[in-house]
């Protein structure tokens, strides 16, 4: 009896509501349209022009000296979007995408009246953006809810300012969660809950009116809601929020690695249990180089939280304050390894260019085929004709079988293979010897780390003939 009235009450609270009325008119004041007008540059460039001795030259001469002058002038623009209101004092929340280049931005409230707003600062990773206005008494304002709560099929309600139309409400359900769009800290929840242009910037609410998302984005193919709607996770949001309020700008943990998923056949190649973690691909100058790490560790655990793939440990690296020491936990040629790590900034390394150091070359002309490859040492010519740094060495590509699973990789001409089984290679014998190694132990593919262009990555080739 108790469990058939406590899954009736779950089912009651989990149904759609008679109405959405009341929590409509509740949150209602806390919702903002955003208004905002920028200056652009009056028109240049080549005029109409009517030949001469035209039935039309002097309709066309008159409006030209009656519009020409003017129509040259700057002139403003205006651009419409929405926001929400976090606190009494009057901080409000919208996609940076709203105001972005804006000379003067302006809140109507719900209530009627209007307010001019300053910018607080901006996060273009998450397009979002803080504002501030001063009013003469408190505002009405909502607070941020707990999106990891958020479950597919919960109910969800948008407000905002959609196509200029002024305040208006639309409810759905979440469609699902953790969707990535195009950006490194991009955590979305989808919803079908009607959002269209107008609706950026303004909040998504749960069903105890706190705001789980931001408005974002829309996928259509004709510019108007198909029910296909995403809205930035409020506990993306608020981390930004507080560092835009304490800072005017972002300060994201940087660990200075670069990295890539851990694949079922690279996971085979490295003898690891299972695919998961980030595999380092190179370690340049900065923490993490600091403190040991090496190119071909598989980071298994940051600070604590297990890591399941690269988007998870960049967001996790991203989400932990500058300056705190964390434990990093690698995996090293088959052992575990503790790395303690004390985190940079990410805003200031991504503006910052490592030193290069020159080496000696050791150079060999040997041509050799392997594994669908046709390999050869780097020369010095060879650097400078694909604009290589000098400390780079390995056995450059100078062909691939297009019938090769090399090829299906990706591996290209230009490319350059720098290690082979986590050790470096500096000649087609040490290859081999990697080839042998890895027979031997019984592997069926071989990890190959691969840099193009400077950018590097580890593949995975089968070692069975074919």
Not at 53 to 73: M, W
Not at 411 to 425: N, P
């Given at each position: ?16 509501p008679?109405?959405?009325a ?19 540059a009056?028109?240049t ?7 001469e ?22 002139r ?57 206005v ?47 769009l ?6 979305y ?87 998961a973690g ?34 998870g ?13 964390v434990?990093v ?48 040492p ?18 450059a590509v100078?062909?691939?079988d ?8 990706g ?17 087609v ?27 590097p990555?580890?593949v995975a080739?089968s070692?069975?003939?074919?």
């Open positions: 009896m108790i469990l058939i009235l406590s899954t009736s009450l779950m089912a009651a609270a989990q149904g759609a008679k109405s959405f009341d929590l409509a008119a509740r949150i209602s004041p806390a919702v903002v349209n955003i208004t905002t007008s920028t200056t652009v009056g028109r460039g080549p005029q109409g022009i009517v030949p001795g035209s039935p039309f030259e002097d309709f066309f001469r008159e409006f030209q000296d009656r519009n020409g002058q003017q129509g040259d002038r700057p403003k623009s205006s651009a419409l979007g929405s926001g929400f209101v976090i606190s009494e004092d009057g901080y409000v929340v919208t996609n940076n995408h709203v105001i972005e280049g804006a000379d003067e931005i302006q809140i109507e409230f719900f209530e009627g009246f209007e307010l001019p707003a300053t910018l607080v600062g901006t996060d273009p990773n998450t397009d979002i953006a803080l504002l501030k001063e009013a003469q008494t408190p505002l009405k304002f909502v607070n941020f809810g707990n999106s990891d709560l958020a479950r597919v099929g919960d109910w969800v309600m948008a407000m905002g300012n959609p196509l200029g139309q002024g305040f208006s409400v639309s409810a759905g359900i979440v469609s699902a969660r953790n969707r990535a195009s950006g490194t800290y991009d955590d929840i989808q919803t079908d809950a009607a959002i269209n242009r107008g609706n950026s910037g303004g909040p998504l609410f749960n069903m105890d009116g706190d705001v789980v998302g931001v408005n974002t984005a829309i996928l259509s193919p004709n510019g108007g809601s198909i029910g296909i709607g995403f809205s930035m996770a409020s506990n993306v949001v608020q981390r930004v929020v507080n560092q835009l309020k304490e800072f005017g700008e972002t300060r994201r943990g940087w660990l200075g690695v670069r990295i890539q998923d851990v694949t079922d056949d690279v996971a085979e190649a490295m003898g690891l249990a299972s695919a980030a595999l380092v691909t190179d370690v340049p100058e900065g923490p993490a180089m600091e403190a040991g790490m090496k190119s071909g560790d598989v980071i298994l655990s940051f600070d604590g939280k297990d890591v399941a793939d690269t988007r440990l960049v967001r996790q690296v991203g989400n932990t304050e500058v300056g705190k020491t434990r936990v690698v995996n090293r040629e088959g052992k575990t390894e503790t790395l303690r790590i004390t985190l940079g900034r990410r805003e200031e390394a991504e503006s910052a260019v490592p030193a290069a150091q020159v080496v000696p070359d050791e150079e060999e002309p040997a041509e050799v085929d392997l594994l669908g490859l046709t390999l050869v780097l020369t010095s010519q060879m650097r400078d004709e694909m604009q290589l740094a000098e400390t780079v060495k390995g056995l100078t062909a691939v297009e019938s090769s699973e090399a090829f299906e990789k591996l290209r001409t230009g490319d350059v293979i720098t290690e082979a089984g986590q050790s470096a290679v500096l000649s014998a040490d290859l081999q010897d990697r080839i042998a190694e890895a027979e031997e132990a019984g592997r069926k593919s071989l990890l190959l780390l691969v840099r193009r262009g400077g950018d990555r580890f080739l070692l069975a003939k074919k």
